[in-house]
């Protein structure tokens, strides 16, 4: 195999494009698990819930991609908020076995439902014209899309580092996950932020639904499917840590796309190799901390 | 008293035996739920369709279908849905069977039953060698992927061709069929990427780039249809792997007609094997699809899996026919065997010898029409074709 400037920057590029996706569904499943403790096995659903309503509502009532994401983004998480008060709420101090039973079983309820009222088949995400095709990039030539959600996710990355580093939200947030009950004990409304955050990672993971549909596609089956690597890139990025969920999802990303180019007679298998073999190393992922 | 109950038993038995030769049982083993549940879908209208628009050839019998899902490609929910079917059912015909695994995983339960069981879709060529028991409606993968290759090496004239499979039993032999072709024909495969199970549609970039890098003349895929399909032709058109002077084809999988509106201009041009698409130009495919939209809504197209369910009703009609609705296993083989008809994909007989399809194969091209809409253009036929896979003894067919 030679390589090329043109055959690595394809490479770097796929593999990011894709990162950028695993990261954006995947940061607010890291936020829940590491300040709630709470595993969400239904983070899956609600990016697919979301997915569905940026891609329905394009089809639908003709709205553009940027503001059919916007749309996505809000009700994915007025929903889930909901979910958070009237259900997720009872669980906290449940057991995790409770926990994961009763996440899973969400999971397939949004499965059953979208299969009934809108059926088994894939909905297909229609490009705005001027994000599909090839983009000249000067070294090479590479599909636009996957340049879009390059900087689509390094925005994003920036944005949720500044919000969760330098404003008061975002300090409160770091102190629950730190040591929940001294933050209680400090005057901190513990359920509103629980409820806040909730929506946040789930409107998140919508966006990631919508913005990953034209590379993982989008049916019933979306809740479940991605859900392992969802939990594999908060594995190994470790809980609770955003800039933790970005380098896990950037290595396993482009790894992913290296491995399968050059050895796709192995599949997915070296990508769960290489966890079990990380977390013998480091049990609480890259950039967690020790518990 | 006793002479009665007695009387009442005797009348229950004999209305009971009346009402099983009226009633033939058709057993569906189809994946209803999950990944393969519009396959299914487009299967069952098929054999509804065919029930519908045909009740008269159906009289004085009636045919009742009973279903059990089949979940998944893996093989073992869909044996455990036959056995059942069998057993608890008490079917007198099997039918369905969407991917090859499980009609693989089913075909000993097949064979202890001794039950007809019509394949509907399962395209792996050895299947029917699995069970004496297994006819096949649909196709072998060898009925697209030979001549295929015999086509992309003379009519295309491509030199170097990139295959691309979905690593499981029926692309492996789609894979076989066109490589034996081909290089028999001249041409080389320069290189064999497996691109992921069934299971799921993969991100297809990395194995595209793959191919790209490989700068073959033309690049065949096959995957199992469906979301495969249109990932495909996406993942295609935006690596620009047109502009850089690679063909796409394949089998009749790439352009499933439920897919093709929704695959745009990336489809245009892309060239196919198969043995029926909704554009056939004959006079039953007219009238089939006319029938298909009226009954399920001018939005939708019956495609190569309602054909399948179609013609394989058709042949348990005639199997009842034949039969007088006294469904035996081995009689009712000895009756598929007489079987032809004038399908909507043509003329359409059942072999004798292996108890597979011999059916036309024909060349198409997607093109765009005036009104933006996306059809496929027959652009030769190879009339009659015997599974290559089993005319040719390729080992493990012959």
Known sequence: MIFTIENIASMVLGGVAAGMVLFIVSVGLSVTMGLMGFVNLAHGAFAMLGGYIIVLSMRH?????????????????????????????????????????????????????????????????????????????????????????????????????????????????????????????????IDRLFAITFGFGSGMAALGGGLGAEFLGLDPQYALKYLVFFLIVVAVGGAGSIVGVFCASLIIGVLDFVLKKYLPQGGTLFIYALTILLLLWRPQGLFGKPS | ????????????????????????????????????????????????????????????????????????????????????????????????WVYSPNAIASAPVVTAGKKLAVIMNAGTAHITNMSPYYVRTSFSMWHSGYPMGEAAAKQLGAKTAVVGYTDFPPGKDELAAFKRAFEGSGGKVIDEIPMGGAGAVPDFTPFFQRAKDKKPDVFFVFIPAGDHAAAVVKTYGALGMREAGIKLIGPGDITQDTKLQAMGDAAVGLITMHHYHADLDNAENKR???????????????????????????????????????????????????????????????????????????????????????????????????????????????
């Open chain 1, 61 to 189: 009532l003709g709205v553009g991609f940027i503001p059919a994401l916007a749309i996505g983004f809000v009700m994915t998480a007025a929903v889930s908020i909901v979910f958070e008060r009237v259900l997720y709420s009872r669980l906290y101090k449940a057991g995790e076995l409770d926990q994961v039973l009763f996440t899973i079983g969400l999971a397939f309820v949004f499965i059953a439902a979208l299969t009934v009222f809108i059926g088994p088949e894939n909905q297909p995400l229609t490009l705005p014209p001027e994000l599909r095709g090839q983009l000249d990039l000067g070294i090479v030539q590479y599909r636009t899309y996957s340049i879009f959600l390059i900087i689509v996710g390094v925005a994003i990355v920036i944005a949720l580092w500044l919000g969760f580093e330098r404003t008061r939200f975002g300090a409160q947030i770091r102190a629950a996950v730190d040591n929940r009950r001294m933050a209680e004990s400090l005057g901190i409304n």
């Open chain 2, 1 to 96: 008293m006793m002479k009665r109950i007695l009387a009442a038993t005797a009348a229950l038995a004999i209305s009971a035996s009346l009402a099983s030769a009226q009633e033939v049982k058709v057993g569906v083993n189809l994946p209803y739920t999950g990944i393969g549940a519009e396959f299914a879908q487009l299967i069952d209208r098929g054999m509804e369709l065919y029930l519908k628009l045909n009740a008269d050839k159906v009289k004085p019998y009636s045919i009742k279908l009973i279903k059990r899902d089949a979940k998944n490609p893996a093989g073992n929910d869909s044996r455990v849905a036959t056995q059942e079917l069998l057993t608890q059912d008490n079917v007198d015909i099997l039918a369905g």
């Open chain 2, 288 to 398: 089939f699809v006319a029938a298909w939209k009226k009954e399920y809504g001018a939005n939708t197209t019956p495609d190569f899996m309602a054909i399948g369910g179609y013609d394989g009703m058709a042949l348990i009609v005639h199997i009842v026919q034949q039969l007088k609705g006294k469904i035996d296993g081995d009689k009712a083989i000895a009756a598929a065997k007489t079987f032809k008809s004038n399908s909507p994909r043509g003329p359409f007989s059942i072999d004798p010898e292996t108890r597979d399809i011999v059916m036309n194969a024909y060349l198409s091209e997607v093109v765009k029409g005036k009104d933006g809409k996306l059809s496929q253009k027959v652009l030769s036929t190879t009339p009659n074709v015997k599974d290559p896979c089993k005319a040719l003894k390729v080992p493990p067919c012959g």
